[in-house]
């Protein structure tokens, strides 16, 4: 099979930067801010990366979405505003200080009674919704090691062409080097494996960012 892509450099990562639609004040307000803790700030998606969850919220017509590890709020963000007016997000975090940057900003942006911020581990929240809670839309976003309970957590609520994004499944590279044995790394490759062997989805893996995988329902 013919190979084809194509390696980011930061020249050309800045190309592709100047050709997407740029942030608004408030996410680069967000960014700004989150900038400010440091090497923590990795954790925070890509511009790009969040301009491409809301569009694909919005082209998909998710009206109920959920997000396991919102850090400083930007990916909600990008998701609460694919969301239509009446659209609802779930956003499960443990960590109180770093989401109350996020608090701000969606405030900001008008988006704030579209979110409901649960400060608890993610797996307790899931696992405490009533019987009939779904969701059409999700961003796995958290902690690696609990990525398949996530995943099956989520899934399990959703209809058929339920949309779940897992984020930094290329987890810088690492998937595909041998000598690479920490358990995080472990743990995404199990994550990816599975996925890819579930008949009940199906599965795109994109090189944004860190790596994102599509996941759609389709059983």
Request: charged share 25%; glycine share 6%; with cysteine.
């Amino acid at each position: 099979m013919h190979t084809k892509f194509t390696s980011l450099d930061p020249r050309l990562y800045d190309y592709l930067l100047a050709h997407c639609t740029a942030p608004s004040q408030i996410e680069l307000d967000l960014i700004a801010e989150t900038e400010e803790l440091g090497g923590l700030a990795l954790m925070q998606v890509s511009p790009e990366e969040g301009l491409w969850l809301r569009l694909v919220v919005q082209i998909s017509g998710a009206r109920s979405a959920v997000e396991v590890g919102t850090f400083t709020g930007y990916s909600a963000l990008a998701i609460a505003r694919g969301l239509p007016p009446d659209g609802h997000l779930l956003c499960c975090d443990v960590n109180e200080e770093w989401t109350s940057i996020g608090s701000k900003h969606w405030r900001r942006a008008g988006v704030d009674h579209k979110i409901n911020l649960v400060i608890a581990p993610a797996l307790e929240t899931l696992r405490s919704l009533p019987a009939d809670a779904a969701f059409d839309f999700a961003f796995i976003d958290a902690d690696k090691q609990n990525y398949l309970a996530y995943y099956e957590e989520i899934l399990r609520r959703m209809p058929v062409g339920g949309l779940i994004a897992a984020d930094n499944v290329l987890w810088m590279g690492m998937v595909a080097d041998p000598n690479a044995r920490d358990e995080d790394t472990e743990a995404i490759r199990r994550f990816n494996d599975f996925v890819v062997g579930d008949e009940r989805v199906e599965v795109v893996m994109l090189p944004v960012s860190d790596g994102i995988s599509l996941i759609r329902k389709v059983k």
